[in-house]
């Protein structure tokens, strides 16, 4: 009875931890920095080592014995990597809102550009207008370029997120052959808004084949036991 409870304690913990997920390791770490100020040596612990470790433990108790030491090390092993390869929440919205401006960047850069502005200067009103991860990252790009640095420094702001290749392989051969820029940003924008609309489209395809699934799998085990359960049942019975 005891050993029941200790695993069910042990999973809800480790749920609660995982749910938190790598994202708000930060805000935890935090509080437990305020809170262990007064001994700056002491040991913080880590949640999803914690969560781990919890699974572990819950493991081990549920089989017991040697197997269950055995399982639950592999066990805690196991979701240690695989809590850790998780992407934070924060992290996936600040991808997607940085891929989804990225076709705006473009075309407003590229209105920038055909206005006369230099490149530095119409990087950093972009980044104003446009704000958000994208926008800080423009910023960063274009402090660089006014600071005098070379354009690969400046534009390797930009190559984590999706999409942006182009854009920063665009910039820095337009900055050594002396190619017009406003032109590629244009197609690209118009390239990058054409493989969002693919992309979704695919998406709108897969799922409604995934939801047929669901009706499938409840629909199979009824067939079989209301349609080929019963004729089965009497041809044996006919020829036993």
């Not at 549920?62 to 197997?67: A, C, D, R």
């Not at 070379?150 to 182009?166: I, K, N």
Request: hydrophobic share 55%.
């Amino acid at each position: 009875m005891w050993a029941q409870v200790l695993a069910a304690v042990c999973l809800a913990s480790a749920a609660v931890l995982a749910m938190m997920g790598p994202g708000t390791v930060g805000s935890v770490r935090r509080r437990l920095r305020r809170t262990l100020q007064h001994r700056p040596d002491a040991k913080r612990p880590d949640p999803i080592r914690l969560a781990a470790g919890l699974g572990g433990v819950a493991t081990a108790v549920v089989l017991g014995g040697w197997p269950g030491l055995a399982a639950g090390v592999l066990v805690a092993a196991g979701l240690d990597c695989l809590l850790r390869r998780l992407e934070p929440a924060a992290a996936r919205r600040r991808r997607l809102r940085e891929a989804a401006d990225l076709p705006l960047a473009a075309d407003l850069l590229a209105a920038a550009l055909r206005a006369g502005a230099p490149l530095d200067r119409a990087v950093l009103a972009v980044a104003d207008a446009l704000g958000g991860p994208l926008g800080e990252r423009l910023g960063r790009v274009g402090r660089t370029l006014r600071l005098g640095g070379g354009p690969e420094e400046a534009w390797g702001h930009l190559s984590p997120v999706a999409g942006a290749e182009r854009l920063t392989h665009a910039a820095i051969r337009s900055s050594t052959s002396g190619a017009a820029l406003a032109g590629a940003l244009t197609r690209l924008a118009d390239d990058l808004r054409a493989s969002r609309a693919t992309a979704a489209e695919a998406a709108a395809r897969r799922s409604g084949v995934l939801l047929v699934l669901p009706l499938g799998l409840c629909f199979l085990p009824a067939f079989i036991l209301a349609g080929l359960v019963p004729v089965i049942v009497a041809v044996l019975g006919d020829v036993l």
